[in-house]
């Protein structure tokens, strides 16, 4: 599965069709270029799942089996691919130049057939910046993406295929890309942590629910979830987003595991100052980060818990009522487990991160009683770097920290404060210290340096910055079409 790479070395399947699928990119943009490649292994995969389940039919005909009988493939959770979208067909039309016309038709087939994937395949094939003989030879590639495994395994190839592109792709974007990818590492680490395998999960015996107002990320979403043979029918799309337009109203999630942006001024707070969501107080209009973390915890069951990424600064702001909110939710019992983050870990921005871990019940269950207490973990000094740009958390990174959550709440567990690491303070001395929640003013950083950290600060304050120069430059933008608009119409 992996080619020799210099001595002693294999470089892995995923990185070589990766540079492969790359080379083929040539003029276009990786944002548009990554809705041909992940729907083309998309393809793959839903075709080999039924290849797959095609032929054990075929040889159960004589039992009474229909190989091309829809609803065989609807009991199995297997989607049915007509045979003009099947890859077997599709590969032996590669070659041709109206291949990307074919492509685009198969794509509307599948939707046909299967009311689930409407609206979410990509039809982009057939567009003049996509030279087919290109696209034949990335048929071809991926094609080859099981490379003589088992049919039966080639989906779960395939998946981590898709899931390593996505990887890429967003690398390849930048900023942009980090709008609909959440790093590996950091989903891990929110996983390992929640252990969330069974019930009703809120991004067999797991129901995922999710809301999500950019399309893109939707459908990235919904075809990444059936590749591994999840239900995506509850994770929903609006403009509207989940403030103004809450799709799931009435569910109550046993785990929420969530990355929304961070410190969103315009979402719509001054049309919502009095939604029943804000049980521990009125968030600010000029930013979300509050208004995030109460729809979290109204949508949690009464043993549910949340694992969710904030900006840093939420931790300790004041800012319109922010404290007050941040001292509810300690006096409430709601924080559970605080974990400061490494920089560099997220491609969409700069600004330093921290996850949050809450549970409604924290009194009993199958844990122990925490209702007294919060555990701080500082991992800035954890993970490494993968460019110059970008940091990721290792394995035994995500183990560390893992680890020491689980050895603190469960009831046989062996958990010691590690001093510049880790520690579990009482909830009467977050009150002492006005319920500032950043991990190292507990677990002893030497001089207080998380006071005020330069580095740190500068960073923050150079991300607000270029963000508020976007923000005028487009402003700027309207205001001189507007204005160009205006001019127009009074010469004529």
């Not at 009474?64 to 065989?72: H, I, L, S």
């Not at 295929?161 to 790093?183: D, I, M, N, R, S």
């Not at 007050?324 to 700069?350: S, Y």
């Amino acid at each position: 599965m992996s080619k020799k790479k210099g001595i002693g070395t294999e470089e892995p399947l995923e990185k070589q069709l990766w540079k492969a699928a790359d080379k083929l990119r040539k003029n276009i943009d990786a944002a548009e270029y990554k809705h041909i490649v992940l729907g083309l292994i998309f393809l793959k995969y839903i075709s080999d799942a039924f290849e797959e389940l095609y032929e054990r039919l075929k040889a159960e005909e004589s039992l009474g089996a229909d190989p091309e009988d829809k609803d065989e493939y609807k009991a199995e959770n297997v989607f049915f691919v007509p045979l003009d979208a099947r890859w077997n067909y599709l590969q032996s039309k590669a070659k041709q130049p109206e291949i990307g016309k074919i492509v685009d038709n198969a794509m509307d087939a599948i939707e046909k057939e299967n009311a689930s994937l409407k609206g979410v395949l990509p039809k982009v094939f057939a567009r003049q910046n996509l030279d087919p003989t290109s696209l034949g030879e990335l048929i071809d590639l991926v094609g080859n993406i099981a490379l003589g495994d088992a049919k039966a395994r080639s989906a779960d190839v395939l998946g981590h295929v898709f899931e390593y592109f996505l990887g890429e792709f967003a690398l390849a974007e930048g900023k942009k890309g980090g709008q609909f990818y959440t790093p590996r590492s950091v989903v891990e680490l929110l996983v390992e942590m929640l252990e969330p395998y069974k019930g009703r999960v809120f991004d067999p015996d797991i129901s995922i629910y999710g809301q999500e107002s950019n399309q893109t990320t939707w459908r990235l979403a919904k075809m990444n979830l059936a590749i591994r043979g999840i239900d995506s029918s509850q994770v929903k799309w609006n403009s509207e987003g989940s403030f103004l337009n809450d799709a799931h109203k009435d569910l109550k999630a046993d785990y929420i595991i969530a990355n929304p942006p961070f410190n969103v001024s315009d979402w719509g707070g001054d049309l919502m100052r009095t939604d029943g969501r804000w049980q521990y107080g009125t968030p600010p209009t000029g930013n979300a980060n509050f208004a995030w973390m109460q729809h979290f915890i109204y949508h949690l069951a009464p043993s549910g818990q949340a694992g969710v990424v904030l900006a840093k600064g939420a931790l300790t702001s004041k800012t319109s009522g922010e404290g007050e909110i941040r001292k509810a939710f300690v006096e409430n019992g709601l924080i559970d487990c605080i974990v400061n983050l490494p920089a560099k870990l997220f491609l969409n921005t700069q600004i330093p991160a921290a996850l949050w871990f809450m549970s409604r019940n924290r009194k009993n269950g199958k844990f122990r009683n925490r209702s007294n207490e919060i555990l701080f973990i500082d991992a800035r000094n954890l993970g490494h770097l993968v460019n110059r740009r970008t940091r990721e958390l290792s394995q035994e990174d995500i183990d560390k920290i893992a680890g020491t959550y689980h050895n603190w709440r469960n009831p046989d567990g062996n958990y010691e404060d590690i001093p510049g690491f880790c520690a579990s303070a009482p909830v009467t001395k977050v009150a002492e210290l006005d319920y500032v929640l950043t991990p190292g003013r507990y677990v002893g950083l030497p001089d207080d340096e998380d006071d005020f950290d330069f580095n740190e600060r500068f960073t923050v304050l150079k991300a607000e910055l270029e963000e508020q120069l976007r923000e005028e430059a487009h402003l700027n933008e309207i205001i001189t079409a507007n204005l160009s608009k205006i001019k127009l119409n009074s010469e004529l």
